[in-house]
C-alpha cells in the first residue's frame, strides 16, 4: 500500500534554518492531513493538521502546506531547533501513515 | 487532548504464548486504536476499537489472533495470541480526542524468543 509516500528518510539541517519534510499522496478523496511528531521510545505526537479544503495552516514555528493538483504537502518547520529532532510522520487518516522522515537538527 | 498510558512497557515473550497489553486513557473517547510498528517501518493500524461493539479489525489481521476488548470509554486491551518471532514489534495504543487528531500512548516493546 504506497498511498502515502515520504520519500525522504532522513534530513539533516542546522539549528535556526528553515526544516522542510515532504509528503506525496495518491488518493484525491482525503479530506484531512496530520503531521505527527515521534522521539525514540515514545508514541507519536500531534503536531498541526490541515483540511482539504484548505491550502496553508500555520501554528507557531510549524507551518503545513497543501498542494492538491500535485498531491503533495509538506511541513515548514521555522527556525529548526535541536528539540525539533525526531521523526515525523505524514497521515491523511488513521488508515494511512507515510513511512517518515527522521530530521537532525544540529546546533 | 487525552494522556494515554499503556501496560507493559515491554516484555519478552516465549513463543507460543500469549500477552495482553492494557490502555487506559485518562478522558472518556468514542474511538480507540491499535497499531503495530515493526522495526524500521511505520505504523500500521490493526484494529479499531468501539466502546459497545466488536473491533473492526484491518485487513491482514484477524481476530483470533488479535482479540480486543472494549469494556468501557477509557480502556482496551489487545491480545497477541500464539506469538511467533514474527510479532516482536512495537504495539500501540491511540484514541481520538479532537476532530481529526489522535493521542498516542508510549507503546508496548515486545521480543517473541
Known amino acids: 500500500d504506497q498511498q502515502v509516500k515520504q520519500n525522504s528518510p532522513s534530513l539533516s539541517v542546522q539549528e535556526g534554518r528553515i526544516s522542510i519534510l515532504n509528503c506525496d499522496y495518491t488518493?484525491?478523496?482525503?479530506?484531512?492531513f496530520l503531521w505527527y511528531k515521534k522521539y525514540p521510545a515514545e508514541g507519536p505526537t500531534f503536531l498541526i493538521s490541515?483540511?482539504?479544503?484548505?491550502d496553508k495552516n500555520e501554528d507557531g514555528r510549524f507551518t503545513v502546506f497543501l498542494n492538491k493538483s500535485a498531491k503533495h504537502l509538506s511541513l515548514h518547520i521555522v527556525p529548526s531547533q535541536p528539540g525539533d529532532s525526531a521523526v515525523y510522520f505524514c497521515a491523511p487518516s488513521q488508515r494511512r501513515f507515510g513511512a517518515g522522515t527522521r530530521l537532525t537538527v544540529k546546533p | 487532548s487525552a494522556v494515554i498510558s499503556q501496560k507493559p512497557s515491554r516484555d519478552i515473550c516465549q513463543r507460543g504464548t500469549s500477552l495482553t497489553i492494557q490502555c487506559q486513557v485518562d478522558?472518556?473517547?468514542?474511538?480507540m486504536f491499535w497499531y503495530r510498528q515493526q522495526p524500521g517501518q511505520s505504523l500500521t493500524l490493526i484494529a479499531t476499537?468501539?466502546?459497545?461493539?466488536?473491533?473492526?479489525?484491518e485487513s491482514g489481521f484477524v481476530i483470533d489472533k488479535f482479540p480486543i476488548s472494549r469494556p468501557n470509554l477509557t480502556f482496551s486491551t489487545l491480545t497477541v495470541s500464539n506469538m511467533s518471532p514474527e510479532d516482536s514489534s512495537i504495539y500501540l495504543c491511540s484514541a481520538r480526542a479532537g476532530p481529526y487528531e489522535q493521542y498516542f500512548g508510549p507503546g508496548t516493546r515486545l521480543t517473541v524468543t
Open positions: 490541515i483540511s482539504s479544503i484548505k
Open positions: 478522558s472518556q473517547v468514542t474511538m
Open positions: 476499537a468501539n466502546q459497545g461493539s466488536e473491533a473492526t479489525y
Open positions: 488518493n484525491s478523496m482525503f479530506d484531512y
